[in-house]
């Protein structure tokens, strides 16, 4: 289910660039040029309220204009520090675009990352002095990190730092250029102690590249690409101390949380292409922005909260980026992202609609479900369609242990696992209070059905319900219904009735057709939330009902066809009632799986897919008995028959398909000829 989610994101993701990249012309209330957009629980890309708005647009401080900006971080007092690759400096300003001080002027080279410590220590990863620079709070040079002098980096590898990260312990992650390893883990110790690679990539691969490179000479074989990890773009480190980065052509795992032993524990809804940057928000969320502007947020477990931004058209429009390079969050939550192109920063604040959500997801990070509980109703009076508060309030109503309306919200936000854990609940609650009045009324049934069997036995109680029953076992309808179960367990002696007794009843077998039909669309539009396929609201019942009528027909038709110049002995009543017969196991078995539906939870829905196995293949045993026992057929001509019906279906689909094309020009044509003539009319 998550991974069809994922494939539908994507697809809405795509025409959401498209949309903004063609240039259309885009608004949402009068301060923000673009739109945003959300997830529902089916995996669609909906609009909804402008989650951060353009705050302010900084393209210098003071008089200093910036020339080339690689990176930026934002400390928690509000300066900014930008690596200002172009004039070989950090530049130290605050919001209101006031420089502050300028750092490493003289020393550095070409700063690509920068990085503020709790302590105000300035780390500089500078790529063409190969080292990473650690200054005090006054500018004043520290340390100079050099490439590690540890064979584990390896000798060949050259040390050219592009951005960084530092935890509490001083140690720093450092991403390097073309070194596919990962990223370089040193210890400030001795000036500098190499301690391994962290959260390196998985190399890519393939079915197809293992088998050419297994078939490939060793010549060829040279002359492939390489299938070497990516190197990561960008990372961040949270308040948990845990690593977030980012990573071109990873798809899936374009967005990682690194956990201290380097394995990722983030699976996200969606992914981009070309991700430039990642920052850790302040409620256990996380932003991701492209290289073209787009902004992802998400929460804790990857789920996406809101999806806004987008590419400049040249229109230089605020809030919308040309080539992004970095991001970072404030305490206010504002976002600030580096547009290197424009040498300029993009600051957006959230709107009240998003201060709400951030309320929320604070309050259920640190336990406080109940309290959660407000903001997330202000939330869905202003979307009710917001799924993802729909989710959040479920889970705290969970937590709660108010399961009702656990599952309630569940339901609304198709949130499947939430609605199971809640069904598991109720059920648990339902069986402590009903177990024993159940257990009880089975003995008193069983006990009262001992007492009825020995008094018939005495005094023949019983006789008339025989007698009734005996007299409604003679009717003909009856009879014939009772011979339509008997053809689904005794399938070859079924078909020799209806080949050679005459035991077809059209009747029986249309009935049987408007049971499946009736049992189909029931089961199809009404089971239990977490086998449902379709979304809710959405009934396509005359299409049903045709699809039905349809197919039943045409198999009919196209076996009698292939059946008549194949020499088989099948009438075109006899082939149309076994077919309608062998939908006895679905007209039997599928209220079973229907009631099982609304009781099951996720783990146990392999009984569904059991269930359905069973139906579908006794259904097929069953037509394939029926083809070769109604002609009398051997295995081998019972096979060619069904080969030939196949096809024969295949082509009789085709030829409606162009019939109905050719219909639909001719009556287009009619139409454009009318509309002539009534214009000609007219005028």
Not at 170 to 193: F, K, Q, W
Not at 341 to 354: L, M, R
Request: hydrophobic content about 45%; aromatic content about 12%.
């Amino acid at each position: 289910m998550k991974k069809m989610k994922k494939h539908f994101r994507r697809i809405a993701l795509c025409l959401f660039a498209v949309l903004l990249l063609t240039g259309s012309a885009i608004s949402v209330g009068a301060d923000a040029p673009y739109r945003t957009f959300t997830f529902d629980g089916y995996g669609y890309m909906i609009q909804t309220q402008t989650a951060y708005l353009p705050y302010e647009t900084i393209t210098k401080f003071d008089d200093e204009s910036l020339n080339g900006p690689a990176d930026l971080h934002v400390t928690d007092e509000g300066k900014i520090y930008v690596a200002d690759s172009g004039n070989a400096r950090i530049v130290v300003g605050d919001l209101e675009g006031n420089l502050l001080k300028t750092i490493g002027e003289g020393t550095l080279v070409s700063p690509r990352g920068v990085y503020v410590t709790e302590n105000g220590h300035v780390y500089v990863a500078d790529r063409d002095a190969e080292a990473v620079f650690e200054f005090d709070g006054d500018g004043q040079l520290l340390n100079r990190y050099g490439k590690p002098d540890s064979p584990l980096y390896g000798e060949s590898l050259s040390f050219l730092p592009i951005k960084l990260v530092v935890n509490d312990a001083g140690i720093m992650y450092v991403i390097c250029e073309s070194n596919t390893n990962g990223i370089v883990e040193i210890s400030p110790i001795e000036g500098g102690t190499f301690l391994g690679y962290f959260g390196t990539n998985m190399a890519s691969s393939s079915p197809m590249i293992v088998i050419r490179r297994a078939l490939a000479t060793k010549a060829q074989r040279a002359k492939m690409v390489s299938n070497i990890p990516s190197t990561p773009d960008n990372l961040c480190i949270d308040g948990k101390g845990l690593i977030y980065t980012v990573t071109r052509g990873e798809e899936e795992n374009t967005l990682k949380r690194l956990n201290i032993a380097g394995k990722n524990v983030i699976e996200p809804d969606i992914y981009d292409d070309i991700p430039a940057a990642v920052a850790a928000g302040n409620h256990d969320n996380v932003f991701m922005v492209s290289q073209q502007g787009f902004v992802y947020e998400f929460n804790s477990e990857g789920e996406a909260l809101f999806v806004f931004g987008g590419s400049d058209d040249g229109n230089q429009r605020v809030g919308l980026c040309t080539v992004v390079s970095a991001m970072d969050v404030d305490l206010q939550d504002r976002l600030y992202i580096l547009d290197s192109d424009k040498a300029q920063i993009q600051v957006y604040e959230p709107t009240e609609f998003t201060d709400l959500l951030h309320k929320a997801l604070n309050l259920y990070s640190t336990g406080r479900y109940t309290e959660s509980k407000e903001p997330l109703e202000e939330v869905l009076k202003m979307n009710s369609m917001f799924d993802y508060a729909n989710m959040a309030m479920g889970r705290a109503y969970f937590q709660e242990e108010n399961y009702e309306m656990a599952q309630y919200y569940a339901k609304l936000a198709k949130d499947y696992m939430g609605y199971s854990e809640a069904t598991w609940e109720i059920r648990n609650l339902w069986l402590k209070k009903w177990i024993v009045p159940i257990i009880w009324t089975i003995v008193i049934l069983w006990a009262a059905g001992k007492v009825i069997k020995t008094l018939d036995g005495k005094k023949g109680i019983l006789a008339p319900l025989r007698k009734a029953s005996a007299g409604l076992q003679e009717n003909r309808r009856v009879r014939d219904f009772k011979y339509a179960w008997y053809f689904m367990r005794h399938p070859i002696d079924g078909c020799y009735g209806i080949a050679r007794e005459g035991r077809a009843s059209l009747v029986t077998a249309n009935l049987l057709v408007v049971i499946f039909t009736v049992e189909y669309m029931i089961n199809k539009y009404l089971c239990g939330f977490l086998q449902k396929t379709v979304r809710e609201g959405r009934y396509e019942i005359f299409s049903d009902i045709g699809m039905v009528v349809v197919v039943l027909l045409a198999l009919t038709a196209c076996n009698y066809l292939v059946c008549t110049i194949n020499d088989g002995e099948g009438t075109v009543k006899k082939i149309f009632c076994s077919f309608t017969y062998c939908l006895t196991p679905y007209v039997t078995l599928i209220p079973v799986v229907f009631l099982l539906s609304h009781v099951v939870t996720v783990n146990e829905q392999f009984l569904i897919s059991f269930g359905y196995c069973a139906i579908y293949v006794w259904v097929a045993v069953l037509f394939v008995l029926a083809v070769k026992e109604v002609n009398n057929y051997t295995a081998k001509e019972t096979f060619k028959v069904l080969c030939l019906t196949a096809f024969t279906i295949l082509i009789m689909a085709l030829l409606l398909f162009i019939i109905y094309v050719l219909w639909a020009q001719v009556f287009e044509f009619i139409s454009a000829i009318g509309g002539e003539v009534v214009y000609r009319i007219g005028n």
